[in-house]
């Protein structure tokens, strides 16, 4: 009988022990997967088409935004949804109408390409009453499809200032050196016109 119920504990522990190892095996089997999904998601993350925003004043004159592709692949059907409040706030109509066009328009942009969009002339500066320019740009790409919120507060930055570049004073200087140069000519041509002829110059 002793036998009977040591084979009995025997089994027991077998079974047991079988059901610790299917169990250990399922949770790492589970640990794997998870693994796994998180590696996925991450390189997708890393190599996923990737759009950000900035706010840029181009050639002293104009005010708007720059958006740029800095992910790793082509960003498809780009739409940039601004909020009706902001684009009805502009005075200047013109602004206005392009830019209620531009929530209407898609495009594609590659690796590091960009598109500007502008809202405003000197006038933007000048205006105390400014609203946010809020909107969301909805791109995608052969991995997914995405949606960027976008909001810059004209309230919390500093005051814009028109400053130039050092290309900006180069050019200036050699333009200022050039109509020198244009007096110069124009001053000796006239002397030599009002110099009376030489024996020698006949």
């Not at 706030?89 to 502008?118: H, M, T, W």
Request: hydrophobic share 35%; aromatic share 12%.
């Amino acid at each position: 009988m002793s036998a009977d119920w040591a084979m009995v504990w025997i089994t027991v522990v077998y079974v047991l022990a079988t059901c610790a190892i299917c169990w250990a095996n399922i949770r790492s089997a589970k640990a794997t997967r998870d693994q796994l999904a998180e590696s996925k998601r991450q390189y997708n993350e890393e190599n996923r088409a990737y759009i950000t925003y900035a706010f840029i004043y181009e050639k002293r004159a104009f005010y708007g935004l720059r958006f740029t592709n800095h992910g790793k692949r082509v960003a498809t059907k780009v739409k940039i949804a601004l909020r009706d409040e902001f684009v009805q706030s502009l005075s200047n109509p013109r602004f206005a109408d392009r830019l209620s066009r531009v929530s209407k328009n898609e495009c594609v942009l590659g690796v590091n390409q960009s598109i500007d969009i502008y809202f405003g002339g000197n006038e933007f500066r000048e205006n105390t009453n400014k609203l946010p320019i809020e909107g969301d740009v909805i791109y995608s790409d052969d991995i997914g499809e995405y949606c960027e919120h976008f909001i810059i507060d004209f309230n919390s930055y500093p005051p814009i200032f028109s400053v130039n570049s050092e290309l900006e004073d180069i050019r200036k200087e050699m333009k200022n050196q050039t109509q020198e140069l244009e007096k110069l000519r124009k001053e000796v041509f006239y002397c030599r016109q009002a110099l009376p002829l030489d024996k020698s110059d006949i």
